[in-house]
T-cell receptor, first 110, second 112 residues
Framework: GESVGLHLPTLSVQEGDNSIINCAYSNSASDYFIWYKQESGKGPQFIIDIRSNMDKRQGQRVTVLLNKTVKHLSLQIAATQPGDSAVYFCAENGGFKTIFGAGTRLFVKA | NAGVMQNPRHLVRRRGQEARLRCSPMKGHSHVYWYRQLPEEGLKFMVYLQKENIIDESGMPKERFSAEFPKEGPSILRIQQVVRGDSAAYFC??????????FGEGSRLTVL
C-alpha cells in the first residue's frame, strides 16, 4: 500500500549549520512531492515541492532532492535558524490525495 | 486574501455527543480535504470533496463520520456519538488549479 516514512523522528542541529531531513516513499506512481513545516499548535505550512520529472529544486535556504531510483526524498535547510524549529513532513501525491509521513522534529540549538 | 478558515479552533464534547467542524476554503478554491492528526503523529487523510461531491472518502471511518461540502457555505466534518478515541486535531486544506494544499489552523477536539 501507499506509505511515506521518515528515517529519523528527531534531528538536533546547531544554529548556523545545515540540516538534512530524509524521507522514503513506496508508491512508484507518485509524481508530486511536498515538504511541509508544522509549528506547535498550527497547521502545516508549505515549504517546497518537486515533481517527478525533476531531481532537485531550490528555494530560499531550502533544497529538495528526489531520487526516484531508491524512492528517497530529502529536505536541506541551509544555515539553520531557531525559527526553523518545527516538525517537518514529507508528503506524496499520485492522484487525488496527498499522503503524509510521520514527521521529523527539528531542534535548533543556539 | 484570507486563508483556509476553520472553526471552532477548540471543541470539547462528552462521549455520545456530536461534533461539527467547519472549514471555509481559500477564495477561489473548490477542493477541500480533511485530515486527522493525533499528538506526535502525521496527518492521516480522511476525505476529499468538491462542491456537492465526495471524491474520495477512503480514509473516513465507516461509522459515525460524515463530510459534506455544499454549494453554499463551508465544508462540514460531522462526528456523531463521539468517543474518546476521536480526540485529535482535525485539519482542513483547500487546493486550487496547481494542486498545492493550503491548510487551516485546525480544530482540536477533546472528548471527555
Amino acid at each position: 500500500g501507499e506509505s511515506v516514512g521518515l528515517h529519523l523522528p528527531t534531528l538536533s542541529v546547531q544554529e548556523g549549520d545545515n540540516s538534512i531531513i530524509n524521507c522514503a516513499y513506496s508508491n512508484s506512481a507518485s509524481d508530486y512531492f511536498i515538504w511541509y513545516k508544522q509549528e506547535s499548535g498550527k497547521g502545516p505550512q508549505f515549504i517546497i515541492d518537486i515533481r517527478s520529472n525533476m531531481d532537485k529544486r531550490q528555494g530560499q535556504r531550502v533544497t529538495v532532492l528526489l531520487n526516484k531510483t531508491v524512492k528517497h526524498l530529502s529536505l536541506q535547510i541551509a544555515a539553520t535558524q531557531p525559527g526553523d524549529s518545527a516538525v517537518y513532513f514529507c508528503a506524496e501525491n499520485g492522484g487525488f490525495k496527498t499522503i503524509f509521513g510521520a514527521g521529523t522534529r527539528l531542534f535548533v540549538k543556539a | 486574501n484570507a486563508g483556509v478558515m476553520q472553526n471552532p479552533r477548540h471543541l470539547v464534547r462528552r462521549r455520545g455527543q456530536e461534533a461539527r467542524l467547519r472549514c471555509s476554503p481559500m477564495k477561489g478554491h473548490s477542493h477541500v480535504y480533511w485530515y486527522r492528526q493525533l499528538p506526535e503523529e502525521g496527518l492521516k487523510f480522511m476525505v476529499y470533496l468538491q462542491k456537492e461531491n465526495i471524491i474520495d472518502e477512503s480514509g473516513m471511518p465507516k461509522e459515525r463520520f460524515s463530510a459534506e461540502f455544499p454549494k453554499e457555505g463551508p465544508s462540514i466534518l460531522r462526528i456523531q456519538q463521539v468517543v474518546r478515541g476521536d480526540s485529535a486535531a482535525y485539519f482542513c486544506a483547500s487546493s486550487g488549479p496547481t494542486g498545492e494544499l493550503f491548510f487551516g489552523e485546525g480544530s482540536r477536539l477533546t472528548v471527555l
